[in-house]
């Protein structure tokens, strides 16, 4: 057609493949100020109308004179045009197929920019007129949603802006599906205009409910592959500061756990994009996972639960939910506010929970542990729920991962706080005493803790035999140190093996007080077992440690009912104890050596001298035939001879000498005894072997 070639501003528009992109274009330029431009356009309609005739004939044919006396009455001029492009804009409109529509809705959008070449007048005209068109059809909704996200923020004229925001209203009331899903795709962050767009969406009571629970729907659907990262829970930050509060109340808790899947999601994304990048999240204020984390906040402000809100942010508590490391402990914390809920709501909560449980759904499987083990809180979960509860909680505690394990004692804790609960969970003894074997030591902390708390809740009769059991599992847990080292620990570290010592060895104590009748037989074993390690640890520089090993010696000496030892230990006589248990149970002197080697390694200068002057204490108690295990110790002590520590080589050669000289006299000539008193009158500042010990 001739006035294709015009110098119609056509230009923007790449290829007119579509009939509704035509006769958008053309309706524009009809009002353009300069003379050639829309008589040439006015043209290009005649023409159009004509090939809209033969190609759409049967619908055309009815209003096909209203359409031609439109025509003759404008008389090609400009004036006309500008009144009346409603009509026009409406009678094209009729007669669009779906798709032809939303191509002359796009136009229409492009057209009321402030940058467009178009008038925005016009084009807001159109676009009113399009919108209001009875029965109208669309599809690609998607397009339309960018498209108003692309050009709102670049729309100043009022009208324009609200005409534009009431089209993306009525595609939300009628596509709502569609909407929600494109928004949350266009924005990474929920910039202002997203914002804005959220807030039309939601302007009416009828289509908030809906672009809620399709926001929901999003939340709970499958994850986002790699390539959709960048669609957000960008929505529910932007409705929270609405006006449709009650509507967010009414779906907390499916917005609350859908958005914290979520939130786990996003963490777990972006560890592993940190782990391929070899890179550290900059944790920027608009990053993925600080805004969904934002968007978690604005939700829980929105529904009220605003105390829980500044809890997390005290103390910098939102950010542990940020960390992949730490994720589970912020879900903990973040879950308490599901405790506050009404029973009503922690129902569905807690079923849906058990569901996904069930399902064994990875991607969703941390997060739905924290908010179950959080909800055992509450008092008011049915007794019927109990047999389930705790076959749950067996699986939980025997998980590969680590995390899930921690969780699952934590829960065990909530649980506790019930005391008729607690007989149901004395079931779970054996698996909380596996977790006393982890590498984590928080997580054997939290075992212990448990482990408290169901004995205490047994009958003196199952308690006695439990504390058996447990006291066996214990015993590794009084020497807790790096294995292989012989460097002191760093005086702000400590803390870390100190609270798993003392909470171990006062447990232990404990345990003594519940044995009872045949079990005591059992246990005085584990208590004889006890006597060297805590003979040894009460030389500990941190006074918590030495405290309690003082304690548990002295009831471990009451439990023997061992008198003398009892005595010695009351006035801490170290020495004079360590050498009457080594008199009284001088058959057991291989296994009191064995367990002293161990702690030749120790950290501490004083517990490695303490265990070098034990040695030489219990080796008199070996027969002089006793060849190799002499030349065993030796061996252990001469590793001590190049220790960081003066007094350690000093010790260590010492002790060597005297076991040396020992094996090589008669037993007439000299005894042991004889031989290590000599190491309380050779260690001082003249002797030539503390100084040749001493040198580098």
């Not at 399009?130 to 923020?153: C, Y």
């Not at 924005?187 to 289509?207: F, H, I, N, R, Y």
């Not at 030749?600 to 190799?628: H, M, Y």
């Amino acid at each position: 057609m001739e006035f294709m070639g015009s110098q119609c501003k056509f230009q923007e528009v790449e290829e007119f493949r579509v009939l509704g992109q035509l006769v958008g274009c053309l309706t524009l330029c009809c009002v353009e100020q300069e003379q050639e431009i829309w008589q040439s356009a006015v043209e290009g309609l005649h023409h159009l109308f004509s090939f809209m005739q033969l190609l759409k004939s049967k619908m055309l044919v009815k209003h096909g004179a209203e359409y031609r006396q439109i025509l003759k009455d404008s008389q090609t001029e400009r004036a006309f045009w500008v009144t009346n492009i409603s009509n026009i804009t409406s009678l094209f409109g009729k007669y669009f197929n779906p798709s032809e529509s939303m191509d002359f809705l796009l136009v229409a959008i492009d057209g009321v920019r402030d940058s467009s070449v178009h008038d925005a007048v016009t084009a807001r005209n159109m676009l009113h007129k399009i919108l209001e068109v009875p029965g109208l059809g669309l599809v690609r909704v998607s397009e339309a949603v960018r498209s108003i996200h692309k050009h709102l923020d670049s729309i100043s004229e009022p009208l324009a802006r609200q005409e534009l925001l009431r089209a993306l209203l009525l595609l939300g009331s009628q596509f709502s599906e569609e909407v929600v899903g494109t928004l949350l795709g266009c924005s990474l962050s929920c910039d202002s205009v997203a914002a804005e767009m959220w807030k039309m969406l939601t302007s009416q009571p009828k289509s908030t409910e809906k672009i809620l629970r399709e926001l929901v729907s999003r939340l709970q659907g499958q994850a986002p592959r790699r390539h959709q990262l960048s669609q957000r829970p960008a929505g529910v930050a932007s409705l929270a500061e609405q006006a449709c509060r009650q509507e967010v109340k009414e779906l907390f808790p499916q917005l609350y756990v859908a958005l914290l899947f979520h939130v786990t999601h996003t963490v777990q994304h972006t560890a592993s994009q940190e782990r391929e990048h070899n890179q550290e999240d900059t944790a920027a204020p608009l990053s993925p996972v600080r805004f969904a984390v934002k968007a978690m906040e604005a939700l829980l402000l929105c529904a009220g639960y605003k105390e829980q809100a500044t809890f997390m942010m005290k103390h910098g508590r939102w950010d542990l939910l940020m960390s992949s490391d730490t994720h589970h402990k912020g879900v903990c914390l973040l879950a308490r506010a599901m405790v506050s809920l009404n029973v009503e709501e922690r129902n569905w909560i807690f079923h849906h929970v058990m569901a996904i449980l069930n399902d064994r759904d990875d991607r969703r499987y941390v997060p739905a542990v924290a908010l179950f083990i959080q909800l055992l809180k509450c008092p008011d979960l049915g007794s019927e729920l109990e047999d389930a509860i705790v076959e749950e909680m067996s699986g939980l505690l025997r998980d590969p991962k680590t995390m899930v394990r921690w969780l699952a004692l934590k829960g065990l804790l909530n649980l506790a706080l019930h005391p008729e609960k607690v007989g149901k969970l004395q079931h779970l003894l054996p698996d909380v005493l596996e977790r006393l074997q982890e590498v984590d030591r928080d997580l054997i902390r939290k075992a212990i803790a448990v482990l408290k708390h169901l004995l205490a809740g047994m009958d003196r009769q199952s308690a006695s035999c439990a504390a058996v059991q447990v006291a066996a599992q214990l015993l590794p847990l009084f020497h807790d140190v790096r294995p292989g080292s012989s460097q002191e620990i760093p005086s702000n570290c400590r803390h870390v093996t100190s609270k798993l010592q003392v909470l171990s060895i006062t447990l232990f104590k404990d345990l003594l007080e519940l044995v009872r009748g045949p079990n005591r037989r059992q246990m005085k074993e584990h208590v004889l077992q006890s006597l060297v390690p805590l003979l040894l640890l009460v030389h500990d520089e941190r006074p918590n440690v030495s405290q309690v090993c003082w304690d548990t010696l002295s009831s471990a000496a009451q439990f023997l009912r061992w008198h003398q030892l009892s005595g010695l230990i009351q006035h801490k006589e170290t020495w004079r104890s360590c050498d009457c248990l080594v008199i009284h149970y001088k058959e057991r002197a291989d296994d009191f050596l064995g367990q002293t080697t161990a702690f030749l390694q120790n950290p501490q200068t004083p517990v490695r001298e303490a265990a070098i002057r034990f040695l030489g204490l219990t080796a008199r108690k070996l027969d002089q035939g006793s060849q190799d295990k002499l030349d065993a110790i030796c061996d252990n002590l001469k590793g001590l001879q190049q220790d960081s520590k003066s007094s350690v080589r000093c010790l260590a050669s010492q002790t060597i000498f005297i076991l040396e000289a020992f094996k090589n006299q008669p037993p007439a000539c000299c005894s042991l005894w004889t031989l290590v008193h000599r190491i309380r009158t050779m260690c001082t500042a003249e002797s030539q072997l503390i100084e040749a010990a001493q040198l580098p």
